[in-house]
Each structure stands twice: as C-alpha cells, then as structure tokens.
C-alpha cells in the first residue's frame, strides 16, 4: 500500500475538494492518502499555517480558494518547494464564464447562503425525521417520495440522503402481518417507490444488527424462509400497485437516491417511472 500526503484546502466548509479528492483517488488501487483537511481557510494567518503543514509534509495540494491573493500565495509556495498545486473548480468557473459572457463573483461558501433553497432542505430534513418508519401518516400527500421496504432496505438513510438534497421523503416499514397505512392508497402526489434486496445479503445484515443488540438468532426475523418469504412478498405488492423498484443489494446509498431523483425527475416530465 502506497501512502502519501495529500493537503486540501478549502476557504468553505471544503465539502466540495473532500468529494472531488476521495472521487479521483479511489480510482487508484495500492495507495492511501495521508489527508491534511484545511477549511474556512479565509486569512494569511490561516494560510501560514497551512503553508507550515505543506513544508513539513510535503505532497499533493488541492485547493478552493476564490480570493486572489491567498490562491497566489499557494500556487508560489508550492511552485517553491515543488509540490502539484491543483486548483479543482477553475477549468468549470471558467468554462462556465466563457460561456456565459459574465464573471464568476469570488465570493467565498456562496452555496451555503442561508436562501430559499437551503430552507427548503431543512424542511425536508425535518420532514424525514417526522416521517421516519411510518411515523405521521396523516399527512403523507406533503411528500415528494414515500419509500416502502422489509427491514434493513436503508429506508432511512437513504431518506436522509434525499432531504439533503432538498426532496422531501418518508418512508414505511413492510412488517409480516401488520397493514401498511390506510392513507398510502390515496396518495397521488408522491412517487411511491419499493426497496427491496437480496434475501441473503438481508440475512447476513439482519443477523449483524442482532449481535449488536446482543440479542440471539432464534426470532423469525433472520429466519432464511420467512425473509425470503418477506422479499417475495413484497415484489408481489409493488408489481400489483405499480410502484417502481429498486434493488438495492448492490447499491450505495448515494446510488439509490440518485435513481430516485431520476424516477422523480422523469415523474415531472411526463415520462415513464417504472
């Protein structure tokens, strides 16, 4: 395994540089970064100390700074002691501004202004915490999306994962012998989506989530039969109702959220979501 010292520096949260960084290096097999986080990065003081970190741990510097000074001061220090300094967004700020005849304004966490959109997450945020494993039901119309699934489908985070992105989700549990929510048959504003996933990789989760209870294997819920009995079930509800499925046996959350966005996004435009 091949280490090596990578420096992200951001003058926001650093959220994006985290996301593009980890997108590139898990692209490469063999090799851990050794990552030194510098975010709000906003001052020369505060650059000065990162400049510290880069001369004694010396390797790959990516960065978000916006102000020119700052991105300067870098871009000489690491021309100096010989280190890749990598600015990730200005070949997109760029594009963006040829395009578009404008100038980008520099300004600094511009995507986390407390606006219209950024409340809007946070009611969805708390429109997921309300809805969570069928909790709320009685105003399930409010959603955007109602995910159905057995136990351990990730319901939940996958929820938490849309309301970030500004969709406003809810989620109900498939439990043998109990009925689903008699408000679910009168929705018709939100996409009803099904999760389901392989009944052995649903097991194997199943019986990991039990130990960490520290609570035995004998109780139906890790019984081969019955979950596979659960799965088959529930497939035969969502086929009968029409709802799209996705498997999520092989999915990161990431992923299933993202086909869910395109489900809506197809909802929206007329298009088939099945």
């Not at 520096?9 to 986080?37: K, L, M, W, Y």
């Not at 909790?135 to 351990?152: F, I, M, P, T």
């Not at 970030?164 to 929510?181: D, H, S, T, Y």
């Not at 109702?241 to 869910?260: H, K, L, M, Q, Y």
Request: aromatic share 6%.
């Amino acid at each position: 395994m091949r280490e090596f010292h990578l420096h992200l520096v951001s003058d926001a949260t650093g959220e994006t540089i985290n996301s593009v960084a980890r997108a590139c290096v898990i692209q490469f097999d063999q090799v851990r970064p050794i990552e030194h986080f510098w975010n709000l990065v906003r001052t020369e003081r505060q650059l000065e100390l990162v400049l510290d970190a880069i001369r004694a741990h010396p390797g790959l510097v990516m960065f978000t700074l916006v102000d020119e000074g700052l991105r300067r001061k870098l871009q000489d220090f690491c021309r100096e002691v010989q280190v890749p300094c990598i600015p990730v967004l200005d070949p997109l700020i760029n594009a963006l501004a040829a395009y578009l005849g404008l100038e980008s304004q520099r300004q600094p966490g511009r995507q986390h202004a407390l606006d219209a959109e950024y409340f809007g997450r946070m009611d969805a945020m708390d429109f997921a915490l309300s809805h969570d494993d069928g909790q709320s039901g009685w105003d399930l119309h409010e959603a955007d999306v109602v995910l159905l699934g057995v136990s351990r489908t990730s319901k939940t985070p996958t929820c938490i994962y849309l309301a970030n992105r500004g969709v406003k989700a809810a989620n109900i549990p498939i439990v043998p012998g109990c009925p689903l929510p008699p408000e679910l048959a009168k929705l018709t504003r939100p996409l009803i989506v099904g999760l389901t996933k392989d009944p052995d990789r649903l097991i194997q989760i199943r019986r990991n989530r039990l130990k960490l209870l520290n609570q035995g294997e004998t109780s139906t819920y890790v019984d081969p039969e019955v979950v596979r009995a659960e799965v088959t079930d529930a497939r035969r509800m969502f086929s009968r109702n029409g709802w799209p499925v996705i498997d999520v046996s092989r999915r990161s959350i990431e992923e299933t959220a993202a086909e869910i966005m395109m489900l809506l996004a197809r909802r929206q435009g007329g298009g088939p979501v099945t």
